[in-house]
Every structure is written in C-alpha cells, then in structure tokens.
C-alpha cells in the first residue's frame, strides 16, 4: 500500500504543477508585462471552478461506466492529458490576447476551460481511487503523503519556473511551461502505472446521491452549520484570493523580476509544510478551534505585513508577510479541514461534506474574482496601481478577522445536538402515529 500512496502522491502533484505556473508566472506576466486587466485575468483564473459541480457527474458516471476493466484509470489520465495540454499551450493565449483581444479571449477561455475540466475529471477520480485502495484507517494516511507530496511538487515548480525565467520573453516562457508539462505528464503516467486493480465487474452500487435542497436544508437549519458555512467561506476567499494578485504585486511594488517573484510559491509551500507538520505534533495536545484560530490569525497578520510593506516600499518586510501567510495558511487549512469532518454527521457524512465542499468552491470563485475588480476599480478610483493592490489586502485581512469572530461562535457539541434533534416534518409524522 506504501508504492500505491506514492503513486497516489505523483497524481496529486502532476496535477497540481500544472495550476503553478498558471496562477503564478502567467498571471504575472499578463498583469505587469502585458498590460491586461487584473479583473480578466482572475476571470481566467476562476474557470476550472466554475465547472467544479460537474465532479459529482463524473464521479457517479465513472462509477457506472468503467472503460476496459478500469472505474478510475481513463477518467485520470483523460483529465491529466488536458491539464497538460491547458498549460503548454497558455502563453501562447496569453501573448494572443495582448494582440488580438477578440481572438485571443475566445481562446482562452477554450484554453483555461480545458484545464479545467481536466483538473476536475482528474480529481475526483484520483480521490476517489484513494479513497477505494485505502482502508478507513489508513485513508489519513494516504491523504497525509498526498498532500505532502504536492506541497513539495508545488517548491520544485516555483524553484524551477524561478530558473527557467529569469527575465520575460515569449520564448522563454513558452520553453518553460513547456518543461513543466512534460514533468507534469511523465510524473502522472509512472503514478498510473499499475495504480488500479481491473475489475471484472460492469458497475458499481448506486451510491447516495443528495439533491442541492437537501444540502440546503442541512445548513439552514442547523445555527452552528450555518456560521461554519459563512466561516468557510470568508476564510477561503481570503485566504485564495491572493494567488493571482502576489506576484504582479511585487513586480509593482518592489520592481521584481519574474526569477524573484516565482519563488514566492516556493517561500509559501515551505512554511505551509513546516505548519502541517506542527498541526500533526500538537492536535492531540490543544484544542482544534484553537489552532485553526491561531493559524487564521496568523494569515491575518501575514496580510498586514503584506500592505505593510507596500506602505513603506520594503522587500524585507514583505518576505516577512510571505511567511506568515504561507505558515497561517498551512496551520489554519489542516485544522480547519479536521474540524470539517468533526461537523458531519455519521448517517450523512456525503451530505454535509458536500456543502461544506459547495462552500469551499464558491470561496474560490468569490475572492479570485473579487480580488481582480477591487484591485482594479481601487486603481482606478486612486490613480494608483500600486493602492489597487493594497485596498484587496487590505479587505482579505479584514475578512480573517470576521472569519476569527465567526469560530469563537462554532460549537461542534451544539452542531451534533441540533443535527440529532428531529425536523419539523419528522416531529409531525411522530405525532400523528
């Protein structure tokens, strides 16, 4: 089981790689070099989640439908190919929209639309193969040397894309994400080697399937399940509605090179690792609420930090900003994901982890495309690229801050004893028997 949970790892990160040099360098050179506007660039940024409902599709399609033997297999490496293909052919888009807008927006959106359908296709098919290879209790495990895995593939890509691009030019961008997806490719075809055992049976039991009603109703109305939604959903939109907006920051800011500012996902994966591996020494000795809150409270500083130093113009103290938001991001996304699964219920657990998965797609589609009007509408209202920048950081900051009001408020017992309690509905049909 040990190669199954590398293998299971080498998806994740092929997967992943593929996102670096999009949400990092692309956006970069986009914002900065070609001129474009942030608000279009995060709407590009935002497409891969736009198409994130159709992951339950896929998952029940694949579920019924096995090509050769195989539930798992074709879907991965069909959504790999595409992943692939998505980021070697993006600078090309990139550089077409800068002198055809028309053209190159349609294109675009093919482009960013491919990779997002394979992010999703590959997705849910390797976690779901995860899910099936594992047992109950090695599932952390293996979810554990994924997510590992990925955080190290996610340094090795900044460190590389750093290498590979040291000053802009269309070739040498073109040349790197070139590279990467080669790596991406090669990496995720030794991860399906002999991943999954073929299977001679046609279909799978129908599994459990929630309507949006259902997930609806789980929330509203349980009190505790409404503000872990609200939570959710302000701390993951500030928490990622930085990505398309750090690196054309610096290069404004602090007039850094491409070289410098792909390190930045380099810097913030390893003080993200450093922090899973701190969550995994001390959830057993304090409470959960309370590292997640001091992992919250940590980014917020880091987004301080971060405005901060655009203020006063220094590099030193915006590296500074990067560790702690890298370091919070890691302490509160461990935390916080313990606490999810805390707040289910054993009979529904589909249910709930499916709106708390509604939510957390939803966060992404709200700060990524926030992030881009705000910091375009402040430069223009302030004349100012630079304050556009600031005015986002600014208000993500204050989003962790309701997000930390909101988690002093989340009860798990209170959760559970609503959850027990019977609805309306059910209360009559006692009452009428």
């Known amino acids: 089981m040990n190669l199954k949970r590398l293998q299971l790892g080498l998806l994740h990160t092929a997967v992943a790689m593929t996102l670096v040099p999009i949400n990092s360098a692309l956006n970069r050179v986009m914002i900065h070099e070609l001129g474009l506007a942030k608000t279009l660039v995060t709407l590009l940024a935002i497409a891969p989640y736009l198409l994130s409902p159709i992951q339950v599709f896929i998952g029940a399609f694949s579920d019924r439908h096995p090509i050769l033997g195989f539930r798992r297999t074709p879907y991965i490496l069909l959504g790999l190919l595409l992943c692939v293909v998505g980021v070697a052919v993006s600078p090309q888009v990139a550089i077409l929209i800068s002198k055809n807008f028309g053209l190159g927006l349609l294109v675009a959106f093919l482009a960013f639309g491919a990779w997002g359908m394979g992010y999703n296709l590959s997705a849910v098919s390797y976690l779901s193969l995860a899910s099936e290879l594992s047992d109950e209790k090695g599932r952390g495990r293996t979810i554990a040397v994924m997510f590992t895995m990925m955080i190290l593939g996610m340094i090795a890509t900044g460190l590389a894309l750093s290498a590979l691009i040291p000053t802009y030019s269309p070739e040498t961008l073109t040349r790197a994400f070139g590279l990467i997806a080669a790596t991406a490719l090669t990496l995720g075809g030794l991860g399906l080697l002999g991943l999954e055992p073929r299977s001679r049976v046609s279909s799978s039991p129908r599994s459990e399937n929630y309507t949006i009603q259902q997930m609806t109703a789980a929330i509203t109305s349980n009190p ?210």
């Open 224 to 433: 505790v399940a409404r503000v872990f939604f609200v939570y959710l959903l302000l701390l993951l939109a500030a928490l990622l509605g930085q990505d398309v907006l750090l690196e054309p920051f610096g290069a404004q800011a602090f007039g850094m090179t491409i070289e410098q500012t792909s390190r930045f996902v380099s810097i913030m994966g390893t003080f993200t690792l450093l922090a899973f591996v701190l969550a995994a020494a001390l959830e057993k000795r304090f409470p959960k609420r309370l590292l997640a809150q001091t992992g919250n409270l940590t980014a917020l500083a880091g987004f301080v930090t971060i405005l901060v130093s655009g203020l006063m113009h220094s590099s030193g103290i915006f590296y500074l900003g990067l560790v702690l938001l890298g370091f919070g991001t890691g302490l509160s996304t461990v935390t916080n994901l313990s606490l999810m699964f805390d707040l289910t219920v054993p009979e529904q657990v589909g249910l709930y982890i499916g709106a708390w998965g509604f939510s957390n797609g939803l966060s992404r589609l709200v700060g990524l495309f926030l992030a881009g009007i705000v910091a375009d509408l402040g430069a223009r209202a302030t004349g100012s690229a630079l304050n556009g920048y600031l005015i986002v950081f600014g208000i993500e900051a204050f989003m962790l801050l309701v997000a930390a009001v909101l988690l002093a408020r989340i009860d798990v017992s209170a959760f559970h004893k609503r959850a027990s309690e019977p609805s309306f509905s059910e209360k009559l049909a006692l009452a009428s028997d």
